[in-house]
């Protein structure tokens, strides 16, 4: 109160210190001096009310009260202090502070001046987080970028990997048959061998009187010819056979000694032709 009768006197003392006016700079000035009057009257009558309900308000918390009763009525008495407040609010109608157009005029512009303040408070926080959001988005741009590069580089190490553990794959499976191609072969070697050392041992050629005499008996004039042991016979119908196994037939004659060929007929090692008795095959051990 003492500050709006403080701002009252020195509006006066301004107003009486400026330099003179025209006429009608004069009345415009003095209608808004009263204007002015007017609101810092009503000021102060809204003032003086409001002081005489604080009164009356301290003088009716100051009555006794239980201290049992002291919290419920505490809360009752706030709960209907809301409830007459909130009443009043609904049916109250807004009330203009003045009828004066120039204490409205000016306390439009006064709140015009404060919404153009408050909008370019809000302009300037806008144009801040704008700024910093491009910022932010240019970093999450760039850091995206990095991440796709990453991205690739591991692919693209991730594809080198697989060719390299594919082929290492495939030369280790190479080489492994080819291991396994050459124990085949030596154990392959080794059963030739020690069936060669066996039929050596126990399928010897015939003595040369024993052949000599039935060629004699067979032929005097014809040559004798040269007998092939029993392990070249098996060689040569396996290697028939392997070689043309559409044809794997070999024709007896006298280089093969018939009691071999009796024998590995006999046995079942050897077939002859079912047309050609004079052709022997060796027989599909391995079908």
Request: some cysteine; aromatic content about 6%; glycine content about 2%.
């Amino acid at each position: 109160m003492a500050g709006i009768t403080m701002q009252r006197h020195s509006t006066a003392d301004e107003t009486a210190g400026e330099p003179p006016i025209s006429e009608t700079e004069e009345s415009t000035a003095s209608s808004a001096v009263d204007a002015r009057e007017e609101l810092l009257n009503e000021c102060e009558s809204i003032w003086s009310q409001m002081e005489e309900c604080q009164s009356k308000i301290t003088l009716k918390r100051a009555e006794p009260l239980t201290e049992s009763d002291a919290e419920i009525s505490l809360l009752t008495m706030r709960m209907k202090a809301l409830t007459v407040e909130f009443s009043q609010w609904q049916i109250r109608s807004p009330e203009l502070i003045s009828t004066n157009p120039e204490v409205l005029l000016t306390l439009g512009k006064e709140e015009l001046w404060k919404v153009k303040e408050d909008l370019e408070k809000v302009l300037l926080t806008v144009q801040l987080r704008n700024k910093n959001s491009k910022e932010d988005f240019r970093r999450e741009e760039q850091w995206h970028d990095e991440q796709k590069k990453i991205l690739n580089a591991l692919k693209e190490t991730e594809k080198k990997m697989e060719e390299d553990i594919e082929s290492h794959c495939q030369r280790r499976a190479f080489h492994k048959l080819k291991d396994e191609f050459f124990k085949v072969k030596a154990y392959k070697e080794e059963l030739l061998n020690a069936l060669g050392a066996f039929l050596e041992e126990h399928f010897p050629l015939p003595e040369k009187d024993v052949r000599a005499k039935k060629k004699k008996m067979k032929n005097s004039e014809e040559p004798a010819t040269q007998l092939i042991t029993l392990h070249e016979i098996l060689e040569n119908l396996i290697n028939t056979l392997f070689a043309t196994p559409h044809e794997p037939y070999i024709t007896v004659d006298d280089s093969l000694w018939p009691p071999y060929v009796e024998l590995l007929l006999r046995c079942g090692v050897a077939l002859r032709h079912p047309e050609d008795p004079n052709r022997i095959r060796l027989e599909a051990f391995h079908q």
